[in-house]
């Protein structure tokens, strides 16, 4: 069962005892909190991300969501090897997995999803990262699907979303190789889209982007997100004819009328969702 407390402005809630989901304004953070074993992925991740999903997506004050790793030694080394299960036939691997699928979760969310990234981001960490619409990074954050070099391949997703974001060619290299890419190798093959100016500012620097795209018009905010990533599973007809029915949905909505009087008033727009 969560629990939830205030801290300041900020109203804690602990999901399980590696999940904790944080609400800061129309902000909602989702913390991976096993900085121990720099959040490698167990079992109460793998059900603690869906549920804090489920929390801040029914919660209309929650503009943006953010994924931060605890700690200081990275964001999620990726599986928890230590876990034991047991020997398992190729049936029962796949068959868990398939009841698990616990990254697909943020595929389901409307709400931009940010992931703050800093140390060790490999494996399954990465793979999480890659679901996420944006990725910022510390200066010294590393990145690998390393998953070849021990006799498997990724399977939260990484042969798949990869491609989707750097390019076939690139995602075939990182694949294949399993090598190690710094902060500023993953902007230069737009793995990651902004860097901080330090480790230690990371958090203040993502809270502020988080915040400036939370305080425009929350159906915009929404439609543009469902446009964009429609683009990746659409043609370009049927692309451009759910964004022409996207814009004919926002035009009469109060915060365009809203965003417009603003303008013409010279002052900050007050956004209603509607």
Same mark, same amino acid.
């Given at each position: ?34 900085? +121990?074993?720099?959040? &490698?992925?167990?079992? /109460? %991740? @793998?059900?603690?991300? #869906?549920? =804090?999903?489920? *929390? $801040? ?67 399954? +960490?990465?793979?999480? &990262?890659?679901?996420? /619409? %944006? @990725?910022?990074?510390? #200066?010294? =954050?590393?990145? *690998? $699907? ?83 990533? =429609?683009?990746?599973? $659409? ?40």
């Amino acid at each position: 069962m969560s629990e939830a407390t205030a801290v300041g402005a900020a109203v804690t809630e602990v999901i399980n005892p590696a999940v904790t989901l944080v609400r800061e304004g129309g902000v909602g953070w989702v913390v991976l909190n096993r900085p +121990g074993q720099i959040n &490698a992925i167990n079992d /109460d %991740i @793998r059900s603690g991300v #869906p549920a =804090a999903l489920a *929390a $801040l997506d029914a919660d209309s004050q929650i503009r943006v969501i953010v994924f931060r790793g605890e700690g200081q030694r990275g964001f999620c080394a990726g599986a928890d090897i230590k876990e034991s299960r047991g020997p398992e036939s190729s049936i029962e691997v796949r068959r868990r997995m398939e009841q698990a699928r616990w990254i697909e979760a943020l595929d389901r969310i409307e709400k931009p999803i940010i992931a703050a990234l800093h140390g060790y981001c490999m494996g399954g +960490g990465m793979e999480l &990262a890659l679901a996420c /619409d %944006i @990725r910022f990074a510390a #200066p010294e =954050a590393i990145f *690998a $699907l390393p998953e070849t070099g021990l006799g498997l391949i990724p399977g939260g997703g990484g042969t798949q979303r990869l491609a989707r974001v750097i390019g076939p060619g690139r995602a075939m290299d990182a694949l294949l190789t399993g090598e190690r890419y710094t902060a500023e190798q993953a902007r230069d093959i737009g793995l990651v889209t902004r860097i901080a100016s330090s480790a230690e500012t990371l958090l203040q620097e993502v809270a502020e982007f988080a915040t400036r795209i939370a305080v425009k018009p929350p159906l915009a905010t929404l439609y543009v997100k469902r446009a964009a990533r =429609a683009a990746l599973d $659409l043609d370009l007809k049927k692309g451009l004819d759910l964004e022409l029915d996207l814009f004919a949905m926002l035009a009469p909505t109060s915060d365009v009328k809203e965003a417009a009087q603003a303008f013409r008033e010279k002052r900050e727009p007050r956004f209603s969702g509607r």
